[in-house]
């Protein structure tokens, strides 16, 4: 009987499952207020019940003020593909030492707010502010990261 009781089920994994990256399912949903358009969001929803949530516990939210606007207060053609570029820079920037998960972006309220999560926070100080100084010297931006074993923050994109 004690046996039993102190015996392994099975072997208690300490790395992520495959997939660890679940694949390409991006949704374009309007966001609004009172059936007034305020903003958009384009969510990766393959992380919908993504079992590796807890080895990826850091999320990172970087936040692009919009420089140029069109009359519904969203990005102009040419901002969005000035915004597309940053973006694309700053998911390699943090994917040079990290497994980078992209969430999704959220453009409202004259910003763009793009959502990582990732492993292990390993940033140098000097190149983080070096990079992030280079983007501040055309538009404002804020970089924030905190941990989130659940992805709370993320929770009311993914359902």
């Given amino acids: 009987m004690f046996k039993r009781l102190f015996t392994r089920k099975g072997p208690k994994s300490h790395k992520p499952s495959e997939p660890i990256y679940p694949g390409e399912l991006f949704e374009f949903s309007e966001i609004s207020d009172d059936n007034t358009f305020i903003g958009f969001s384009v969510v990766n929803k393959s992380y919908d019940n993504y079992p590796n ?11 692009l003020e919009l420089v140029e606007v069109d009359e519904s207060e969203m990005p102009s053609e040419n901002e969005s593909q000035v915004l597309n570029q940053l973006e694309d820079k700053i998911q390699a920037f943090i994917s040079v030492k990290h497994n980078t998960h992209f969430i999704g972006r959220i453009t409202q309220n004259g910003f763009r707010d793009l959502i990582f999560y990732i492993d292990q926070p390993r940033f140098d100080h000097e190149s983080t502010n070096t990079f992030f100084d280079q983007i ?3 538009r404002k931006v804020n970089f924030n990261m905190e941990m989130d074993v659940d992805w709370n923050n993320v929770s009311g994109l993914l359902r």
């Fill in 136 to 138: 501040q010297q055309k």
């Fill in 53 to 63: 949530k807890k080895y990826f516990p850091w999320c990172i939210q970087v936040t």
